[in-house]
Nanobody, 122 residues
Framework: QVQLVESGGGLVQAGGSLRLSCTAS????????SGWFRQAPGKEREFVAT????????YYADSVKGRFTISRDNAKNTVYLQMNSLKPEDTAVYYC???????????????WGQGTQVTVSS
């Protein structure tokens, strides 16, 4: 398993931007697909975006398509989530995760970070 640590969360006004980072331990980071999920209070964890190990195969949830961009730098063992045009409904704890292949299904991910809080004020 790979260990993951997220950073970059915070408080931002609606319409603003944040960039989340997720840094992984281990020498085989490029062999893992990475995903971002989020969980708002009282709601189930939901898929946000995923990217294949080589940076191909990128998928987004419809709710963030056109506003969020997932990317990765395998030399730095880091995956990013650039979030633009943020809305109050984007408020949640954001988690990164690693899996064998890109998937929208959280059950496919074996390794998870501790999460980072994103709060968007109206």
């Amino acid at each position: 398993q790979v260990q993951l640590v997220e950073s970059g969360g915070g408080l931002v006004q609606a319409g603003g931007s944040l960039r989340l980072s997720c840094t992984a331990s281990g020498r085989t980071f490029s062999s893992y697909a990475s995903g971002w999920f989020r969980q708002a209070p009282g709601k189930e964890r939901e898929f946000v975006a995923t990217i294949g190990g080589s940076g191909t195969y990128i998928y987004y949830a419809d709710s963030v398509k056109g506003r969020f961009t997932i990317s990765r730098d395998n030399a730095k063992n880091t995956v990013y989530l650039q979030m633009n045009s943020l809305k109050p409904e984007d408020t949640a704890v954001y988690y990164c995760a690693a899996a064998g292949w890109p998937s929208r299904d959280s059950a496919k991910y074996a390794s998870w970070g501790q999460g980072t809080q994103v709060t968007v004020s109206s």
